[in-house]
């Protein structure tokens, strides 16, 4: 009896009830995806998640959305619904924390939309600890375009590309190889300790390699500084009790190596996948495996590329069956997702939604779970699938 946790992130399947407090009313990444799809206007045909659509994602869909057609999806084989945040932001840490039992319902510090964004007495700071001759940016920005505008000033000059976004987020961008992988990393720890004092949640290294516009490419040696969880979430409590707790991706960095056994880093939805699939053909008795897969947000979300993300759906699709062949009796997955991300939207942020819940496994029977108030649902179901104490926060659909 086990628990593996699949978080699609940025999978957002229509506005949530507080969107347009966030600029977000009318967003549905899921919605608007399928509907250019099918409209033809990407030049492919309608998207094919054959598997997802069995598991519930059309009816979860639709009930978070009415607008939303419910596809066709034949015999429903898993629980399925919908759930909204009650945490305040609609960033990447919340979203994960909320889901394992700990909302988060004081506000993380955010940067404003001016240039220069950040405060003079940090970027001072910085600059001075880390022996830096100044920095780039200091903006809101698209990683990918500010290093694609600023990555040659940068190999020029030594100085690295600091930015953030609507999430609370500090990013610092540097070269590989000019700068120095081990150099961005130990400015982004320097870096970490001075936005506590702002109550910013993550710092974020973001290599990268080229040599010139047009070539700059970021690598996979992304790594996230996050602040810990304020509150032991299931991921500890599991922990404390003997079980195996596997991090796949960024899960341990989102939780600051708080709760986690074992973090196997892998580079894209792929090999995040291949990864699942050895945990779970592996992975002991009692043990908790999650996996965030993370190209949806980074690669198509805020990249505002919908045909790429179809696609990344229907890959992640045509491997659900080989996920299900290897599960054993008593198993439980579940996919969900910390935040929408609608490539349609305007900007390049992420999307206040409501994320599916789609729960299977051997012995977990097929239906409805409704709309859910809160991510914490998805711990809570796990602590009791696994016989472990009840979370301060969620109601188990089990």
Known sequence: MRAIVAVLDSFGIGSAPDAGRFGDAGANTFGHIANLCASGKLGRGPLRIPNLLSLGLGLAAHEADPAVATPRSGKITGRYGAAAELSKGKDTPSGHWEMMGLPVEIDWGY???????????LTHALIERANLPGILGNCHASGTEIIETRGAEHIATGRPICYTSADSVFQI???ETHFGLKRLYEVCEIARKLVDDYHV???????????RPGEFKRTANRRDYATPPHRPTLLDIAKAQGRAVIGIGKISDIFAGSGVTQNLKADGNRQIFDTLMDCTKTAPDGAI????FVDFDQSFGHRRDVPGYAGALEEFDARIPELQAALRPGDLVVF??????DPTWTGTDHTREYVPILAFGPEIP????????????IGQSIAKHLGLEPLPVGTSFL
């Open 289 to 292: 495996v999650f996996a965030n």
């Open 111 to 121: 940067f404003p939309r001016t240039v220069p964004t950040f405060p003079p007495a």
């Open 201 to 211: 949640g993550r710092v974020i290294a973001r290599p990268f390699l080229g040599e």
């Open 336 to 341: 969900s997702a910390d935040h929408g991300c």
């Open 366 to 377: 097929p239906g409805p779970i409704g709309i859910r108030k809160t991510f914490a649902d």
């Open 173 to 175: 961008a540097a070269h």
